[in-house]
């Protein structure tokens, strides 16, 4: 099992960036997928999540609105779209699989800064 993410990077405030994780050693369309942050200092921070069928989504409030999680099951992918970012954004961003969040991938630097 693997979770390879990208797309992480240095973005001004207000700015968009989006993350991507492409999966394998699974069958990625039958779990539930999860982004969780951690920020410089601080605990870690369950973002959003989504069904395996992408049918209903779940988000943290605090990026409710500005952020989308979406998945593309024909190519073992999991997006994650981040608009109006906010300095607070600033974190490492895991992709997660399953419910029980048994395997994380390597994680991606985001960080939000003029």
């Known amino acids: 099992v693997q979770l390879v993410e990208s797309g992480g990077g240095l973005v001004q405030p207000g700015g968009s960036l989006r993350l991507s994780c492409v999966a394998s050693?699974?069958?990625?369309?039958?779990?539930?997928m999860n982004w969780v942050r951690q920020a410089p200092g601080k605990g870690l921070e369950w973002v959003s999540s989504?069904?395996?069928?992408?049918?209903?989504?779940y988000y943290t409030d605090s990026v409710k609105g500005r952020f989308t999680i979406s998945r593309d099951n024909g190519e073992n992918t999991l997006y994650l779209q981040m608009h109006s970012v906010k300095s607070e954004d600033t974190a490492v961003y895991y992709c997660?699989?399953?419910?029980?969040?048994?395997?994380w991938g390597q994680g991606t630097q985001v960080a939000v800064s003029s």
């Open positions: 997660v699989k399953g419910r029980s969040l048994l395997k």
């Open positions: 989504i069904w395996a069928g992408g049918e209903i989504t």
């Open positions: 050693g699974f069958t990625f369309s039958h779990y539930y």
